[in-house]
Each structure stands twice: as structure tokens, then as C-alpha cells.
């Protein structure tokens, strides 16, 4: 199976193989509840308005056995019930570090997630907020296209 995905402006594996490897390797060096890992990067491709990271991570997400609603409500996510307690304090810390021009990271928001990780998953939450991000704005810049991606296409998520 081909892990080729069209892009409009420039292919990154293509151009520059040994940043994009490295990316792949710091992208897997994250240790975070794969579930939770997910409701993040979708959260911020939703803020980001990345469109091959939102197919890519919902797909994803479904394929492991995450409901639809659970996901179509994520943009909502203060307003449904459908997410715990420490699922809530990991997408507030992950809106306030992708929206960071707004006013940081608040020492409230920061306490709510130290009540649900403690220091380790704290530091692999800040992570894959960092590395998703990242391709976010990788994906956005290089016009990477939606629709192409395949669950487990690049041996992981």
C-alpha cells in the first residue's frame, strides 16, 4: 500500500526525508493514552483548520472504536457530557497551548490538568499537544490533501 499523499505546494517526505523521519520519530516517542492522545488531535486540527489532520485522526479514532458521537460533539466539548473529567482539563491545556497568541497558558487551566496527570503525563500531554501542532502547521503550509489516508497507513498514530 502506497503512504503517498498528494500535496498542492510540496511533498515534505520527498523534499526533506530526514526532518520528516524525525518528525515521525518524535510524533511516536509520545506516551499518551492512545484515546486521549486522538480527542487531542482532532481538537487541535479543528482549532488549526487542518484538514488532513482531521481525516486523518477521525479515521483513526473510529477505527479504534471511538463513537461519533463522541467525536462530532468535540468542537462542543464543554457543553456535552460526553467527556470525563480529565479528558476536559487535557482539551482546555490543549486549546490555551494551540491558541497560545490568546493569552497563554493560565496557571487555572495548567492546575486543572495537574489534578488529572500527574508530572510524567503531564509532560507527554504538553507533547502531543507540541507535536500535533506541528504537523498541523506542516500539513496547512505544504497543502496536504484530505481524503487519501487509511487507518494505519504509516504504521501508527
Not at 498542492?8 to 493514552?33: G, I, K
Not at 486540527?45 to 458521537?69: P, T, V, Y
Request: charged residues 20%; glycine residues 8%; aromatic residues 8%.
Amino acid at each position: 500500500m502506497s503512504t503517498s499523499i498528494p500535496a498542492h505546494r510540496m511533498s515534505l517526505p520527498d523534499q526533506a526525508p530526514r526532518q520528516y523521519a524525525a518528525m515521525l520519530r518524535f510524533s511516536q516517542s509520545v506516551q499518551l493514552d492512545h484515546g486521549l492522545r486522538l480527542l487531542i488531535e482532532i481538537r487541535a486540527s479543528q482549532i488549526n483548520g487542518c484538514a488532513f489532520c482531521l481525516d486523518m485522526h477521525w479515521k483513526d479514532a473510529r477505527a479504534a472504536g471511538e463513537s461519533e458521537e463522541r467525536l462530532y460533539m468535540l468542537s462542543a466539548w464543554r457543553e456535552s457530557p460526553l467527556y470525563s473529567d480529565a479528558e476536559r482539563a487535557a482539551l482546555e491545556l490543549c486549546e490555551a497551548v494551540t491558541l497560545l497568541a490568546s493569552g497563554g497558558v493560565p496557571d487555572e487551566i495548567w492546575e486543572r490538568a495537574r489534578e488529572h496527570f500527574d508530572d510524567d503525563e503531564l509532560a507527554q500531554l504538553l507533547f502531543g499537544i507540541t507535536v500535533i501542532n506541528s504537523w498541523n502547521r506542516l500539513m496547512l503550509s505544504t497543502g496536504t490533501e484530505p481524503g487519501h489516508y487509511t487507518p494505519g497507513m504509516f504504521g501508527g498514530s
